[in-house]
C-alpha cells in the first residue's frame, strides 16, 4: 500500500453526493490478511448525517465474507480511466487469484479505519463502517453503511461538487449500461426553478 496523495478530504455531509448520481463502484475489503476489491453497480445514498448508504453484494461474493470479518470496507469511484479495471475486478473473484497482483492495482490505507482504497484512475473514496442488517443482507444482498471517512481528487470534485469538463475527462465517473457498456457522467447541465 501507498500513502494518501493529491485527494483532498470531502466533507462528511457532502460524501452522498460522491454516488448520489449513480456511479459504478469498486468495494474494497480487508480481513487484515486477504484483500479483495470487486465492481458494484447498485449503491445508493440513504441518509445525508450521519452519510449512510447501501450496496448490493452478493452473498457469494469473496468481498461479502472479507465485510463481515472486518465490518468495514471501502469505496472507490473510478473515473473513465478506471473503466477497464472495473469491469475485469467485477468479472473474476477474488476467492481464485489475487485481483490486486493480478491485475496490478496499488491502493492506499484510508486514514479512519485503515480499509484499502484506490486512487489510481479514480474520483473519489470513502471508508464504510458496515452497519449490521441480517435481514436485508440475507433477503436482498444488501448491505448498509456509515461513511467515516471521504476524498476526491479535487480536479474533478470541490467544493462539495462534482465539476466535468473537457479537462477532467479521465476522471469522469462510468455508469453501467449492462455486458461492459458504460456511458461517462459528462455533460452536467443545471436546472431551472420553474414558476408554479
Ligand atoms: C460493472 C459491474 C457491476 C456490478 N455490479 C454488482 C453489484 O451491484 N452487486 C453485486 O453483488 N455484484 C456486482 N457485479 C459483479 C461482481 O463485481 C462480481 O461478482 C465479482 O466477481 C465479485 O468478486 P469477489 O468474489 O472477488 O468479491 C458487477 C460486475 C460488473 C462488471
Avoid at 469505496?75 to 473503466?83: D, L, Q, R, W
Avoid at 485481483?99 to 473519489?124: H, M, N, R, Y
Avoid at 442488517?133 to 461513511?147: L, N, P, R
Avoid at 470534485?157 to 465539476?163: A, C, K, N, R
Amino acid at each position: 500500500m501507498d500513502t494518501l496523495s493529491r485527494f483532498k478530504p470531502v466533507a462528511l455531509e457532502h460524501a452522498s453526493r460522491l454516488i448520489n448520481h449513480g456511479p459504478t463502484i469498486l468495494v474494497t475489503s480487508s480481513d487484515g490478511t486477504r484483500h479483495n476489491v470487486m465492481a458494484a453497480a447498485w449503491s445508493m445514498p440513504v441518509e445525508f448525517t450521519p452519510p449512510r448508504i447501501a450496496v448490493v453484494i452478493d452473498k457469494k461474493t469473496f468481498t461479502r465474507e472479507l465485510i463481515h470479518a472486518s465490518g468495514t470496507f471501502g469505496i472507490s469511484v473510478p473515473g473513465a480511466a478506471a473503466m477497464d479495471l472495473a469491469f475485469a475486478v467485477g468479472s473474476v473473484s477474488g476467492r481464485d487469484a489475487d485481483k490486486f497482483t493480478q491485475f496490478g492495482i496499488d491502493s492506499v490505507k484510508g486514514p479512519v479505519l485503515g480499509v484499502p482504497v484506490l486512487e489510481t484512475g479514480i474520483a473519489a473514496w470513502m471508508e464504510c463502517k458496515l452497519i449490521p442488517e441480517k435481514h436485508t443482507e440475507d433477503a436482498y444482498d444488501t448491505c448498509f453503511c456509515e461513511v467515516v471517512s471521504a476524498a476526491a481528487d479535487p480536479r474533478i470534485f470541490s467544493g462539495g461538487h462534482w465539476v466535468f469538463d473537457d479537462s477532467n475527462r479521465d476522471l469522469h465517473t462510468i455508469h453501467h449500461l449492462g455486458a461492459g457498456n458504460f456511458a461517462l457522467a459528462s455533460d452536467a447541465v443545471k436546472a431551472r426553478m420553474l414558476a408554479g
